[in-house]
Every structure is written in structure tokens, then in C-alpha cells.
């Protein structure tokens, strides 16, 4: 036999142009209602960090109090999703060589928005009222829809319409919001961008092609680059890289730091990229809703479990406002449900 009978020895296989359609074909085979079951696992993860984002808050103003809340937030944000991004790299290969053009691009634009939102969140918070801040960051849910039906990809039927109602009902019950509270100051002006930038982050997953970009790696690419604006952030803050290791400086600091990275940013994040194109910005929006319900339920045992002290921040009660706030989103995801736009995405 001569060499030009041999077959051809097979050398080691490129998989990474493999991962779109694999990609594709995941997605394809996911049904709606189990897309909507892990987005609100994803929800769920986010609401119940909120109380241990404020626990850890509190052991930092021990561990550095001069630090102020911005170098604080920055320090823990920049850790947190440093860590997220290890750990979404490890889990899903996400290697740098193997990352693509269209990979780089969503991610770095999704981790933009989601530094300059956390960042306006963070500080408008200290410009209002809580109840205030948590109404008007949560107009996310309203503006997808409106600005889906502006773009003509979704009819606003009145289902739709009356499932938005709804949601900021349960949204003002839940945060104790008070008509009288509300006036256009600076704190309120950043809650509103945040909103919109919450909004603009949602729409922005469902641009994402599967077969050209993996999810995986664009979580990696958006939490590093989260990370990377927040260790920018803290060179410009008085003190600020001085202060980071101070602020991670004990055991507590370091467990809570590695649980938000893992639990809070990571897990949710790759499932909000992987799962939420199954159903679309807007349905996903409203199970995102879903978030302060579980931010509640947490404070109902998490702060004193976890503070350092019990009355550094006590746990809060079981109240009317909870149940009737989260009655009245669950009657607006139950809703949607018979909108007829929203019957083939849970199909």
C-alpha cells in the first residue's frame, strides 16, 4: 500500500466551532416552562443576596468604616465578580484563546451595562428613600414591554397592559412606597437610569445569536469585565485600593464575598444568558419581578443569622405588605400566561 492509500491520520479536533450549533440544539430541545423555571431560580438568587449584600455592607463599615460606601461597594462588586468570572471560565471552559469576536462584543457591551447600572443603583440609594429607589428601579419590567411594543416586536394587548399594572402595584406594596414620596431629586434621577439600563441589559441577552456566540463565554467576558470597571472605579476613589484588603480583612467578609460571587453573580447570570432567549425579554422581565419577593423572604432570617451581631441588622417580620405585594406579582405572572403572545414561548 502506498502512502497515498493510507488514510489519513486524525489529528486533535477544534470543538470550539462546534459550540454554536450544540448551542442550538440545547436550546431547541428546552421547553418554555423549563426556561421559566430556571429564570426564576435566577430571580430568586438575585432577591435573596440583597439581604446578605446589606449584611457584608454592615461588616465592612466594622472592618473599614472611614472607607465610605462607594469604595466599599466598588471592593466587594470587584471581587464578587472577579470570582463569578473564574468560576463561569472554569465551569464552561470559557478560555481565553477560544472566546470570539462576537463573544468579546456582547459580553464587554452587557458588562458595561451592568457596571454603570449596579454603580447608579448603589448611589442613587443614598439619595432617597429605599421604598422609592426599589419602586423605580423595578419600571424595568414596564419599559421592556413598551419598549418592545415601540419597536414592534410585541403587540401591548391589554392583557399585557393590565400584567404591568400589576406588577408596579405589588412592586409599591412591597417597598412601602408613599405617593408623597415621590419628586425628581438626583438619588431618583440615577434609580431611573439604573431602571433603564436594567431594561436595555434584558433586551440586549435576546440580540445574542446561539449559534454564533456561547453563553458561557459571554458571562466569563461580562464578568470580568464588571470586575475590571470596579478595580478602574476604585483607582479614582479616594483610598481606594488601600482600603481592599482591609475591607475583605475576615473570615465573615470573605464567605459572604465568595457566595455572592458564586450563588449571587455567576449561577444567575449564566442562567439568565442561557435560558432567557427561550422566552423573550418580556416574559422573562416579569419572572424577574420575582426578585424583591425573594429579597424579602431572605430578611426574614438571613440578617441576624449572618451579621456579626444580631442588632446590626435584625431580621425583619412577616407583614401585609409581603403578602399582598407578592400576591399581586404572582397575579401578574399567572396572568401573562393567558396572553396569546406569551402561549407559544411557554410552549
Known sequence: ????????????????????????????????????????????????CIPIMKVLGGEQSILAPEA??????????????????????????????????AEWKHG?????????????????????????????????????????WMMRK????????????????????LSGLRPGSLH?????????????LFAVQILWVDRIDPVRCHTGRITTVLCAVVAGCCLLALSF??????????????TRALLLTGFLGLCGTAAPFLIMNAYQGRLGPVTAGFIYCFEPIASAVGALFLPELLSRTPGLYPNEGVTLK???????????????LRDRSTAPELG
Open 322 to 336: 409581603l403578602l399582598l405585594g407578592g400576591a399581586l406579582i404572582l397575579a401578574a405572572n399567572l396572568l401573562l
Open 237 to 250: 476613589l479616594p483610598g481606594g485600593w488601600t482600603f481592599f484588603p482591609t475591607l475583605h480583612g475576615s
Open 184 to 196: 425628581l431629586g438626583r438619588g431618583e434621577g440615577e434609580s431611573l437610569a439604573a431602571a433603564s
Open 1 to 48: 500500500m502506498t502512502d497515498a492509500q493510507l488514510p489519513e491520520r486524525a489529528g486533535p479536533r477544534d470543538n470550539s466551532h462546534d459550540d454554536g450549533r450544540i448551542n442550538t440544539r440545547m436550546s431547541g430541545r428546552i421547553s418554555g416552562r423549563v426556561a421559566a423555571f430556571w429564570l426564576f431560580a435566577a430571580s430568586v438568587c438575585w432577591g435573596v
Open 68 to 101: 465610605g460606601s462607594l469604595v466599599g461597594s466598588a471592593a466587594s462588586l470587584a471581587a464578587r465578580f472577579a470570582l463569578a468570572a473564574v468560576t463561569a471560565g472554569l465551569a464552561t471552559r470559557a478560555w481565553p484563546w477560544r472566546i470570539r469576536a
Open 108 to 148: 464587554s457591551i452587557l458588562g458595561v451595562i451592568t457596571a454603570v447600572s449596579m454603580f447608579l443603583q448603589v448611589d442613587g440609594i443614598g439619595y432617597t428613600s429605599a421604598s422609592v429607589a426599589g419602586f423605580l428601579i423595578a419600571l424595568y419590567c414596564v419599559l421592556i414591554p413598551a419598549i418592545s
Open 154 to 173: 410585541r403587540a401591548m394587548t391589554p392583557i399585557l397592559a393590565l400584567c404591568c399594572i400589576l406588577v408596579l402595584a405589588g412592586v409599591a406594596v
